[in-house]
């Protein structure tokens, strides 16, 4: 199968169908892929999208203008989260039968449509809370492969939240936006077989 894995810069989910034999490839306009791999693009993900020959498309575009937990500023970007709702509405339509876009809880629930899918990290495996919505397009819900929700709230919120409490620093987008492994693998397995 060919997967496009638009807007993935740490290269974890282009990987997880990589190492299920899939000819899988990244792509991200601002950052060449983290992990080196020689299967990623740079250049405009809805662009790269129109080109035509891919069975599955995983998008995650940028939550920075489109995520409630930065609400308070929505009404000094409204220019910005035009465009970047216009982007995933650019994905959204791409010319592919089966399409997943990844986000946090966002205005393209309300702007766009409800999410098909909310999901966390602990129903894969990772101690953690993070909700997750999936837009999906010709694609099943996930199936949860390793729930540990009852371990991870005996931890400290501040612990099983760890990604909502870091500290502001230039690299804390990118600690946020990557895809857990145990959601990556998920992926690969359940999506990668629906051709």
């Known amino acids: 199968m060919r997967v496009l894995v638009a807007c993935e810069y740490s290269g974890r989910v282009r990987q997880a169908f990589r190492g299920r034999g899939h000819d899988a490839w990244s792509c991200d306009l ?47 970007k409204r ?15 791409a010319p592919i039968e089966r399409i997943a876009i990844e986000n946090p809880i966002s205005v393209i629930s309300s702007k766009i449509r409800k999410p098909d899918q909310i999901v966390h990290p602990w129903m894969f495996g990772h101690m953690e809370q993070k909700a997750t919505c999936l837009w999906l397009k010709g694609l099943p819900k996930l199936t949860a492969t390793n729930d540990v929700k009852k371990q991870m709230m005996l931890l400290s919120k501040n612990v099983r939240e760890r990604l909502h409490y870091l500290p502001p ?9 990557k895809t857990f492994q145990g959601i990556a693998d998920a992926m690969a397995e359940q999506w990668g077989g629906t051709l």
């Open 30 to 76: 601002y950052e060449p892929a983290e992990d080196g791999g020689p299967w990623h693009r740079s250049g405009d993900a809805a662009r790269i999208a129109l080109e035509g020959g891919w069975d599955l498309m995983i998008a995650h575009p940028p939550c920075t203008h489109l995520a409630v937990s930065g609400s308070r500023w929505f009404k000094d």
């Open 79 to 93: 220019d910005q989260q035009q465009q970047a709702l216009d982007f995933v509405r650019a994905l959204m339509s």
């Open 169 to 177: 620093s230039k690299n804390r987008w990118k600690l946020r936006s």
